[in-house]
């Protein structure tokens, strides 16, 4: 449901349809714990960004592609067989798996060594390897100047308690992002797009930090929306 209303509201931009009185209320759902309320405020935030960003974006013709919806992904993300994400762990290994086949075909690599940035950590005295996965929808006219937009889909793994699935840290965040990457692909905007789906956040965001640090030389970041 939080997916769902969080893409409405962006989908109403992309389509440039008027949202009128946007304020803090737009974005609140009854039931949303005070934490998820103040995350909300982000998002008003994000909205406003991407509308002054999408500006020069052309509107997306419809797409008859079957894919999974946004509530599909996140059940599938937040369900068992993903064990809770944990970074290194087979379940963000699967996740991963469903991320990348869920993404558009016309959505390419942004780094150099290709779609899936592995990076290495130690937590625990144990070494930990950590999977990115970025890819872009190439500007029509400043490929250059690069937008990225970005969230992560590890989550905190399984304990005693049980499995923490999660969906609302992150799955449902990385359903929105996959929409995304289907409305941006149908139709390219003069800059750069960058989806950046992070690993290793929960840990210390070490995900977006071994992205940062691999980010392509001439490129020109304007943005990035979290």
């Not at 490929?143 to 590890?154: F, L, Q, R, S, T």
């Not at 359903?175 to 690993?199: G, Y």
């Amino acid at each position: 449901l939080l997916a769902a209303h969080r893409f409405r509201v962006v989908e109403q931009i992309l389509d440039h349809e008027p949202v009128v009185g946007l304020d803090r209320d737009d974005l609140f759902l009854p039931g949303l714990a005070s934490d998820d309320v103040a995350l909300l405020d982000h998002d008003l935030l994000f909205v406003l960004v991407l509308l002054f960003l999408l500006a020069g974006c052309t509107q997306p013709s419809s797409s008859t592609t079957a894919r999974p919806s946004m509530r599909e992904l996140v059940e599938l993300l937040a369900g068992d067989r993903c064990e809770g994400r944990m970074t290194g762990e087979p379940g963000e290994a699967l996740a991963a798996d469903l991320i990348e086949g869920a993404w558009p075909r016309s959505l390419t690599p942004f780094l150099p060594d290709g779609a899936r940035q592995q990076f290495e950590f130690k937590h625990a005295n144990t070494a930990i390897k950590g999977t990115n996965l970025i890819g872009c929808v190439k500007g029509t006219d400043r490929p250059y100047d690069v937008v990225i937009i970005g969230a992560h889909y590890d989550h905190l793994g399984k304990d005693k308690n049980g499995i923490h699935h999660g969906a609302d840290d992150n799955a449902s965040g990385t359903a929105v992002l996959i929409e995304l990457a289907h409305r941006f692909a149908a139709k390219p905007c003069a800059r750069t797009i960058v989806i950046a789906h992070f690993s290793g956040e929960e840990l210390g965001i070490l995900g977006s930090k071994a992205f940062a640090a691999k980010v392509p030389g001439p490129c020109s970041m304007v943005a990035m929306l979290n």
